[in-house]
């Protein structure tokens, strides 16, 4: 195993983006940034996709930026925020031949506020929610994921609220488990306080088995990406 951890000073490099967030001190500090962030990301992706191709073998790990690993460079072309460097840094091991952020996923992010873990596909595009709520349209799938959910929810994760206050036009109001269609997204995630955790390969076992409790979603979102129409 390769991943030993991120060091104790990734979290406070983060702070200092927050701080400092200019290309030119971001340039000025790139050392820093691959030797506490970019290269342990990378070990990361390695070992942890190594353990989820236990659960998921088909499954996508890029040990790469723009791969597995968000780029550190935010898009700020259509964003009201401008500011140019991330101050968390975004994971992501994706199964389908689909784009990594419409595929279903294992995902993590940490920064100094928090470490955030998830599955499933955080905001669907246009195609995909179609092919979503077109899958719900089968009584099998929507009693499916309603059940799963509902573990899910037992077991401590949480999930989010619909973005629709009311049912599509095209869903009889009256079927089982209606509240699933007014979803723009389908996925369960857990937060935590930054912790030692992040500093020792304990960060892999603690990953697994979240991922692992959250696998059911996982799968259920996967095979409704594969009715999506490109």
Request: with cysteine; glycine share 4%; hydrophobic share 35%.
């Amino acid at each position: 195993m390769d991943f030993k951890g991120f060091p104790k000073e990734s979290l406070e490099f983060l702070s200092k983006i927050r701080e400092n967030n200019t290309k030119e001190w971001f340039e000025a500090n790139k050392d820093e940034y691959e030797k506490l962030i970019k290269n342990p990301s990378l070990d990361f992706v390695v070992d942890m996709g190594e353990h989820l191709q236990v659960l998921v073998p088909t499954i996508m790990a890029k040990p790469k930026v723009n791969g597995s690993l968000f780029r550190i460079y935010r898009d700020i072309r259509f964003s009201k925020d401008k500011t140019p460097i991330k101050s968390r840094i975004g994971i992501i091991f994706w199964q389908g031949i689909g784009k990594r952020m419409q595929s279903s996923c294992f995902y993590l992010h940490f920064s100094s506020d928090e470490i955030f873990f998830a599955v499933g596909i955080r905001g669907f595009s246009k195609e995909t929610l179609s092919a979503y709520r077109n899958f719900l349209k089968d009584d099998k799938h929507r009693d499916e994921l309603a059940k799963i959910l509902k573990k899910i929810e037992e077991k401590g994760y949480s999930l989010p609220e619909p973005k629709y206050k009311r049912v599509p036009k095209e869903f009889d109001k009256n079927i089982t488990h209606i509240n699933l269609t007014r979803f723009c997204e389908m996925y369960a995630y857990k937060e935590m306080l930054p912790s030692d955790i992040l500093f020792t390969p304990k960060l892999i076992d603690e990953a697994f088995k979240i991922y692992q409790d959250l696998l059911p979603l996982q799968q259920w979102v996967y095979k409704m990406t594969l009715t999506v129409e490109v």
